[in-house]
């Protein structure tokens, strides 16, 4: 069964920089994936997704600071944070769909699994 597990969370000073990864197996590496994120008594947000053909795109709160990628070879979803402020602490969950696509989609309810999330505290 699929599996994702996220790791890289911790605390960091406002203006640093964190490298949240995720593992994922049980499953063909070529799903669209990405990065959410969700505070207590807030709705889920996307961060960022990745297509089935490795393109990336991020959402407008983050652009120009966060960077998504793939590592094919160890099946593994990077997102690179850059320039972190406190407004960026919650919990940050990585998600896979199903389907193979040459989009990205923000909508949560497109993605079929989800990891448990990892705080990240700015």
């Known amino acids: 069964h699929v599996q994702l597990v996220e790791s890289g969370g911790g605390s960091v000073q406002a203006g640093g920089s964190l490298t949240l990864s995720c593992a994922a197996s049980?499953?063909?590496?070529?799903?669209?994936m990405g990065w959410f994120r969700q505070a207590p008594g807030k709705e889920r947000e996307a961060v960022a997704g990745?297509?089935?053909?490795?393109?990336?795109k991020t959402a407008d709160s983050v652009r120009g600071r966060f960077t998504i990628s793939k590592d094919n070879a160890r099946n593994t979803l990077l997102l690179q944070m850059n320039s972190l402020t406190p407004e960026d602490t919650t919990m940050y969950y990585c998600?896979?769909?199903?389907?193979?696509?040459?989009?990205?989609?923000?909508?949560?309810?497109?993605?079929?699994?989800w990891g448990q999330g990892t705080q990240v505290t700015v």
């Open positions: 998600a896979l769909r199903r389907a193979w696509g040459r989009y990205v989609t923000f909508g949560p309810d497109d993605y079929d699994y």
């Open positions: 990745i297509d089935s053909v490795g393109t990336g």
């Open positions: 049980g499953y063909t590496f070529t799903s669209c």
